[in-house]
């Protein structure tokens, strides 16, 4: 069971009970923030001899703050069988959510968009949403203390769920209307939203354009800083069109998916026997939330890495489940 090091996972498993430390990073921030606060305030001290008595208030705060980074470096992550729910506790003693195995669906594997994944638990009415994080952050795959999670907890945490209900609830609704495709002869084309795609790179290729000319709208004292500025408007102005008439193709008849570019660039095909599942990486720009992105994964003969095909970026969690309903439905026609 590799867990060691101060920022890993950490977790014991009883005879009824799994008890996950997820959070345990949190109390290097508290170290490191106590050293630097109480650093700063003996150099002020030192410095200004007088304030030692006015500090009281200042040192109070400080202290609070590390004091919380150290009560959430203590937050567990408790499955219980015995009571039917999963509970996330600060300290480990104080409550703060209580989730019934029957409303929970299973553990997901979430990358960042910036690299690097972590481990989630999902609600069944939110499969794809922000999700409940149960493990530390993980670089790269083959880390060993996300190897022995992935192995020793998930599968467990699995388990104690399928005991009150299973994690896959199969219906027998078959979807004949299709929201996010267009059939024609047999083959579903997925819809694009064109028109924002389309005004966004004529906008910017318009930019780049007039700013060639000799009445520009932006002023800059160098000709590197102009001629960057016009490279990236013109080159972000074609990805946004090309963007806008890149099609996605399943054809059930032949067992396959393409990616067509309009102009041949980044063409992909791949046949359904080769999928190896889905993966969602939910984008974030400045911490705001962008939406996530639907990625497939086919793994042909004779190939180590799995290649990726990335089908959409859908806002809504609700919207991501049914849009891979219906990929799921045409690929089992």
């Known amino acids: 069971m590799p867990q060691k090091g101060l920022t890993k996972t950490r977790w014991t498993i009883d005879d009824a009970r799994i008890t996950i430390y997820p959070y345990r990073v949190f109390f290097i921030f508290s170290i490191v923030l ?30 609070a703050i590390v004091i919380l980074f150290l009560a959430y470096s203590r937050t567990q992550i408790i499955f219980d069988r015995t009571t039917g729910s999963m509970q996330q506790k600060m300290l480990g003693l ?17 990358t960042q968009q910036y690299g690097g994944f972590n481990f989630r638990i999902f609600p069944k009415n939110n499969k794809y949403g922000k999700g409940i994080i149960i493990s530390s952050g993980y670089g790269k795959e083959t880390d060993p203390n996300a190897i022995a999670f992935s192995q020793e907890v998930i599968p467990l945490i699995h388990e104690y769920i399928a005991q009150y209900t299973p994690l896959a609830e199969h219906t027998n609704n078959t979807i004949t209307a299709y929201k996010y495709f267009n059939e024609k002869a047999g083959v579903y084309i997925l819809k694009n939203q064109k028109a924002g795609t389309i005004i966004m790179g004529i906008a910017l ?29 013109l080159g972000l102005g074609l990805i946004f069109l090309l963007a806008a008439f890149t099609r996605i193709l399943l054809n059930p008849a032949a067992r396959t998916i393409e990616r067509i570019s309009p102009i041949g660039i980044g ?65 089992e026609k």
Request: proline letters at 4%.
């Open 205 to 233: 290729l318009a930019l780049g354009i007039h700013e060639c000319t000799g009445t520009p709208w932006i002023k800059t004292d160098g000709t590197t800083g102009r001629i960057v500025f016009i490279v990236i408007s």
């Open 267 to 331: 063409n992909k095909k791949y046949a359904f026997e080769d999928f190896s599942g889905f993966r969602t990486v939910r984008k974030s720009y400045n911490m705001i939330y962008a939406g996530t992105e639907v990625q497939m994964f086919f793994t042909p003969p004779n190939t180590k890495q799995p290649a990726v095909v990335v089908v959409s970026t859908i806002r809504q969690s609700r919207k991501i489940e049914r849009f891979i309903e219906e990929i799921k439905s045409i690929m």
């Open 94 to 110: 104080i409550p703060i959510r209580t989730i019934p195995f029957d409303r929970l669906h299973g553990v997901n594997t979430v």
């Open 34 to 63: 106590g050293v630097l606060f109480g650093g700063l305030l003996l150099l002020y001290i030192t410095v200004e001899r007088n304030a030692a008595n006015t500090m009281g208030s200042v040192a109070l705060l400080l202290a």
